[in-house]
Every structure is written in C-alpha cells, then in structure tokens.
C-alpha cells in the first residue's frame, strides 16, 4: 500500500499536478523514491542531466566516431549519447548538430554548466560540454590518444568561439 501510494505520487509530480502545472520545455522530472514514504522530486535541466551522465563516462578512451565508453567516444559521441540520457536527441557529427534546429546559440556570458562548446564558427570542428570558468574549461572527448574528461580551452583547442543551449 506504502509503495502504492509512493508511486501515484510520484506520478502525480511528474505529470506536473504539483505547482502551476507545466514544467519548462528544458526541464526533464528525476523521481527519487526512498524507503518508506519519503518521496522526493526534482527537476533538472537537460543539459545538467547530460553533464552529470558524461562527468560518469571521465576516463574513457577518445575514439573517432565512437559513442559509448567500450569503443570509445569522439567529441560529438559523447555529446550525442548524454544528451540522449537526457531525452534529446542530436545527430553524430558537429555540423549536424549545429544545423539540427536543437540548439540556440549563447552569448558567453550566459553559458551554462552543461550547454554545448563549439570551435569552428559555421562548420564547427570540435564540440565540448560547458564546464565553467566563462567557457575556458569543458568537460568532453579531446582527441586521439586522449581520455574523456575536463580541459582547459578544450585541450590543445584555442578559446571557445561559440556556445549554444540545446533546446
């Protein structure tokens, strides 16, 4: 009866009957159900979502084209499958990305934690996620022969040129 009811509620906030009813557009619903009765319900942006899951995958091998932590990941791999942890799905290939109708280009000073770090102006070469540090320090795949984790402008990359939200 407990779990019962601890479920229904649960389903309940994240139908969004709690509060005005609607959740933003970027916000997906993280149910934690404790033992007993405690219920606890929080909502996090997507792109804090797609970070905290990519943070998990640090120390894997970069590999070109590859999207998962046994064949490794390129920089757009890896961006793609924690955003696809998230509920968003972006296209395999930075260009693709950009082009995709998913992202909203940022101005530096309104980064975020988790929005996307791109390098090559309109036919971008290298993507990253946002980790900080007004865009100087990201958190992705660098290149061959190196372990996902944070970088200082994106490793051997210079400053980050443009910085978008996925929407």
């Known amino acids: 009866m407990v779990a019962v009811l601890a479920v229904l ?15 933003p557009p970027d916000m ?15 909502y996090l942006p997507a792109r804090l979502v797609a970070l905290h899951w990519a943070e998990r995958q640090a ?24 955003y696809a942890h998230a509920g968003i799905w972006l296209p395999h290939n930075t260009v693709a990305m950009l082009y995709s109708g998913h992202l909203r280009w940022e101005p530096r000073s309104q980064a975020r934690w988790g929005d996307l ?16 540090w007004n865009g100087l320090r990201t958190f992705g795949a660098h290149e061959a022969g190196t372990r996902v984790g944070v970088a200082w402008n994106g490793g051997w990359w210079y400053d980050a040129e443009s910085f978008y939200r996925v929407v």
């Open 117 to 132: 770090t791109m390098w090559g102006g309109s036919f971008p070469f290298h993507v990253e996620l946002f980790f900080g």
């Open 9 to 23: 509620l649960g389903v309940a906030l994240v139908a969004g009957v709690k509060g005005c009813g609607k959740k």
């Open 28 to 42: 997906i619903p993280m149910v934690h159900v404790q033992t007993h009765v405690q219920l606890d319900a929080v």
């Open 59 to 82: 120390g894997c091998w970069y590999s070109w084209g590859g999207s998962n932590c046994a064949e490794g990941f390129d920089c757009s791999g890896l961006v793609m499958a924690a």
